[in-house]
């Protein structure tokens, strides 16, 4: 399963505040923060309807819809924040790099069926949770300059965090299930 987590997690790895700044001397703008936060939220909306489509258990698939529910939500305050602001978030190799593992994890997730792909998304979710709720702790919330993204971050963690915890334990549910 870890083969299906590893390129997704690894992407995301990239939020963390070493690398980022390894990668970029320079703190990330707020451009470049709301566009890595826009993306991270866009794969997990697309991540959430591949599992409508492919997933029979009722508690995936209602975690599904709430990720694309709410990860939708979040995104919607973002681009409507970016407007107010007059604000065009700036596309980055952190955005790239998440989107290209994304597609990547996203190809492995959809060969997957049954409760093979339950397990592995849901463990997929629970990686990816907790390491956009690091970066957003980490580098995120406290490199955005302007205090209405910062808000919006800060109020976004809120809900991710809760994700987290709803992940968490959906993966327990499913490894002591009878597969």
């Known amino acids: 399963m870890h083969k299906y987590l590893t390129p997704l997690v690894l992407a995301l790895v990239l939020l963390s505040p070493g690398l980022l700044r390894a990668d970029t001397p320079a703190k990330p703008t ?10 991270a ?3 997990d909306v697309e991540a959430g309807k591949l599992a409508l489509k492919k997933s029979r ?35 980055n190799p952190t955005s790239q790099s998440l989107t290209k593992q994304a597609e990547d994890t996203r190809k492995r ?14 463990a997929n979710e629970v990686a990816f949770h907790k ?3 690091a970066a957003l702790r980490t580098t ?23 994700h987290l915890e709803h992940a ?8 002591s299930a009878k597969s």
Not at 109 to 122: C, E, H, M, Q, V
Not at 168 to 175: G, I, N, P, R, W
Request: aromatic share 6%; net charge negative; hydrophobic share 45%.
């Open 30 to 39: 707020d451009p470049q923060i709301a566009h890595i936060a826009y993306t």
């Open 109 to 122: 997730l959809a060969g997957l069926t049954g409760t093979t792909f339950d397990k592995a998304y849901i």
């Open 168 to 175: 968490e334990d959906l993966a327990q549910q499913l490894s």
């Open 57 to 91: 258990d009722n508690d995936v698939r209602a975690f599904a819809q709430a990720m694309v529910g709410d990860h939708t939500a979040v995104n919607d305050q973002a681009l409507a924040l970016v407007k107010k602001l007059n604000v065009t978030p700036e596309d």
């Open 131 to 133: 390491t956009v709720n």
């Open 140 to 162: 995120l919330i406290p490199d955005a300059q302007n205090s209405e993204l910062k808000s919006l971050l800060e109020r976004g963690l809120k809900v991710f965090e809760a």
């Open 41 to 43: 939220g866009l794969i």
